[in-house]
């Protein structure tokens, strides 16, 4: 069964930092495209960041870029978000999500395997 855990969300304020992980079980994800989505109350599920199988090429949405980084360890088969500088309209729950594929995209329906989420709160 495979599974995609995540972990490290709660709250911060303002200009804090948190880590998110994501660990994944019952198979490997090393020719996988990561990313990482989220959704706000009442907003539709909208993409983060993506990183490519290989970790060399790394995909980010315009509202983060330069505050979150996200990286992967294929031995350990977790993927990260670095997240600094945040805002309170970073508030969401954070899924991490496994593509079909080893190219990293924006596009939700282009993965496969969902984590059930982690709550992020900024208040200001």
């Known amino acids: 069964q495979v599974q995609l855990v995540e972990s490290g969300g709660g709250l911060v304020q303002a200009g804090g930092s948190l880590r998110l992980s994501c660990a994944a079980s019952g198979r490997t994800f090393n020719t996988n495209a990561m990313g990482w989505f989220r959704q706000a109350p009442g907003k539709e599920r909208e993409f983060v960041a993506a990183i490519t199988w290989s970790g060399g090429n790394t995909l980010y949405a315009n509202s983060v870029k330069g505050r979150f980084t996200i990286s992967r360890d294929n031995a350990k088969n977790t993927v990260a978000l670095q997240m600094n500088s945040l805002k309170p309209e970073d508030t969401a729950v954070y899924y991490c999500?496994?593509?079909?594929?080893?190219?990293?995209?924006?596009?939700?329906?282009?993965?496969?395997?969902w984590g059930q989420g982690t709550q992020v709160t900024v208040s200001s």
């Open positions: 999500a496994a593509a079909r594929r080893s190219i990293a995209t924006m596009n939700n329906f282009d993965y496969a395997y």
